[in-house]
Nanobody
Framework: QVQLVESGGGSVEAGGALRLSCAAS????????MGWFRQAPGKAREGVAA???????TYADFLKGRFTISKDNAKNSLYLQMNSLTPEDTAMYYC????????????????WGQGTQVTVSS
């Protein structure tokens, strides 16, 4: 069974940076999508970034180049480097994965972590 555990969230001031990590276990897929999502109170969950097993990346338009998704296959880890944070980035951030490298953006994901809170103050 695939398990995902996020870490790295916290409270920062506007303009600050955080790096989120997602540790995966029980993951044996050779072709897959992994992604970061976020959900703020009272708002719908939205996709932030996705990466497939070949390293191809997709980002949400609202990021404007501020975030970078990456992975380390040897460590079974997914990362999200977040720079120039704004209060609008405040949300619970989740990592997720599914066993297909097709349609990483906009397709349902099978496994989810518990989330890590990111709070950006002004």
């Amino acid at each position: 069974q695939v398990q995902l555990v996020e870490s790295g969230g916290g409270s920062v001031e506007a303009g600050g940076a955080l790096r989120l990590s997602c540790a995966a276990s029980g993951y044996t897929y050779s072709s897959y999508c992994m992604g970061w999502f976020r959900q703020a109170p009272g708002k719908a969950r939205e996709g932030v970034a996705a990466i497939d097993s070949d390293g191809s990346k997709t980002y949400a338009d609202f990021l404007k180049g501020r975030f970078t998704i990456s992975k380390d296959n040897a460590k079974n880890s997914l990362y999200l480097q977040m720079n120039s944070l704004t209060p609008e980035d405040t949300a619970m951030y989740y990592c997720a994965t599914r066993s297909s490298a097709v349609g990483c953006w906009g397709s349902p994901y099978n496994y989810w972590g518990q989330g890590t809170q990111v709070t950006v103050s002004s």
